[in-house]
């Protein structure tokens, strides 16, 4: 972390789900880094070793299913039995299948569901009980995409998913203001997170995509760490039913090059400008 966004979390307690690879693993770091002790889970043991094999003082691994009600509640206990308490939860688990809207399959539709919206929910009540019982309120910070915000193709299932996340963060941050609980979402772009090397297909679209990105470049996991971070930090202690975006502008539009350049005359009563014409008139 840099000098300009240090963050304390001495004494707290994280769960961070899909903790294996990419994000989730960034964001285990930053926690520790910053103090506090985590539980890492993911489904992926092999990925979960090598994420929490720097950390073993301050991390407890647990490989489990958010999707399942006893894979989540096992997250939970976990952070409440090992460390005696839960301060934040963190719901990066996902997963991002894509296909052809008329090829999508059904039970493949159902399992990005499970993953996206069922284990997301199902983390957040379960860490908003032991929040509560706790006494001393907390932070749950769910993860959207992008993509939910514009069609794309092959995104059905994962988009949709992600939209419906957000408007669940919404809810539960209404529902869980009374105990002391910040519900917010975190909405990332293009994070260089893919796997190396890239396979050809996915590194020639990305080749196309990334300079029409208007930072022209994809983000880091760490830089979606530091946000997370911040949400998770009394500095964001007025911030719930939030979603932030982390993604260099790019829901916001395409790279710019060139100038700006108005011609249309409708309007040159508002800008004061003269046309040649108008100038032309008023000499002769």
Same mark, same amino acid.
């Given at each position: 972390?840099?000098?300009?966004?240090?963050? $304390?979390?001495?004494?707290?307690?994280?769960?961070?789900?899909?903790?294996?690879?990419?994000?989730?693993?960034?964001?285990?770091?930053?926690?520790?880094?910053?103090?506090?002790?985590?539980?890492?889970?993911? /489904?992926?043991?092999?990925?979960?070793?090598?994420?929490?094999?720097? $950390?073993?003082?301050?991390?407890?691994?647990?490989?489990?299913?958010?999707?399942?009600?006893? %894979?989540? +509640?096992?997250?939970?206990? /976990?952070?409440?039995? *090992?460390? %005696?308490?839960?301060?934040?939860?963190?719901?990066?688990?996902?997963?991002?299948? $894509?296909? =052809?809207?008329?090829?999508? /399959?059904?039970?493949?539709?159902?399992?990005? #569901?499970?993953?996206?919206?069922?284990? *997301?929910?199902?983390?957040?009540?379960?860490? =908003? /009980?032991?929040?509560?019982?706790?006494?001393? %309120?907390?932070?749950?910070?769910?993860?959207?995409?992008?993509?939910? +915000?514009?069609?794309? !193709? %092959?995104?059905?299932? #994962?988009?949709?998913?992600? !939209?419906? *996340?957000?408007?669940?963060?919404?809810? !539960?941050?209404?529902?869980?203001?009374? $105990?002391?609980?910040?519900?917010?979402?975190?909405?990332?772009?293009?994070?260089?997170? +893919?796997?190396?090397?890239?396979?050809?297909?996915?590194?020639?679209?990305?080749?196309?995509?990334?300079?029409?990105?208007?930072?022209?470049?994809?983000?880091?996991?760490?830089?979606?760490?530091?946000?997370?971070?911040?949400? !998770?930090?009394? =500095?964001?202690? #007025?911030?719930?039913?939030?979603?932030?975006?982390?993604?260099?502008?790019?829901?916001?539009?395409?790279?710019?090059?060139?100038?700006?350049?108005?011609?249309?005359?409708? #309007?040159?009563?508002?800008?004061?400008?003269?046309?040649?014409?108008?100038?032309?008139?008023?000499?002769?």
């Amino acid at each position: 972390m840099s000098g300009e966004a240090v963050f $304390h979390f001495d004494g707290k307690v994280a769960v961070v789900t899909g903790a294996a690879r990419g994000v989730g693993r960034a964001l285990v770091a930053a926690f520790v880094e910053a103090g506090a002790r985590v539980v890492a889970a993911d /489904r992926d043991s092999v990925g979960l070793a090598e994420t929490c094999a720097s $950390h073993v003082e301050s991390v407890s691994s647990i490989v489990s299913d958010v999707s399942t009600p006893d %894979g989540a +509640q096992a997250i939970v206990e /976990r952070a409440v039995k *090992t460390f %005696g308490r839960l301060d934040i939860c963190v719901n990066n688990a996902a997963v991002a299948p $894509h296909a =052809a809207l008329l090829d999508e /399959r059904a039970d493949v539709w159902d399992r990005v #569901y499970a993953v996206n919206c069922r284990g *997301t929910f199902l983390m957040t009540q379960a860490a =908003a /009980r032991a929040m509560i019982a706790g006494g001393r %309120g907390g932070r749950i910070i769910n993860f959207s995409s992008g993509a939910a +915000q514009r069609g794309a !193709a %092959g995104g059905a299932a #994962y988009a949709s998913s992600r !939209a419906a *996340t957000e408007t669940f963060s919404r809810v !539960a941050a209404v529902e869980l203001a009374p $105990h002391g609980i910040l519900v917010n979402a975190i909405s990332p772009g293009l994070i260089d997170t +893919q796997p190396k090397p890239l396979p050809p297909g996915m590194a020639e679209r990305l080749a196309q995509r990334i300079p029409n990105l208007p930072l022209a470049r994809p983000g880091q996991p760490e830089e979606v760490a530091r946000v997370v971070l911040f949400l !998770a930090s009394d =500095a964001a202690s #007025y911030i719930s039913g939030a979603v932030i975006s982390v993604d260099g502008a790019s829901s916001a539009g395409s790279r710019f090059s060139g100038v700006v350049v108005d011609d249309d005359i409708r #309007y040159d009563w508002v800008t004061g400008r003269q046309t040649k014409s108008d100038a032309s008139a008023r000499e002769s």
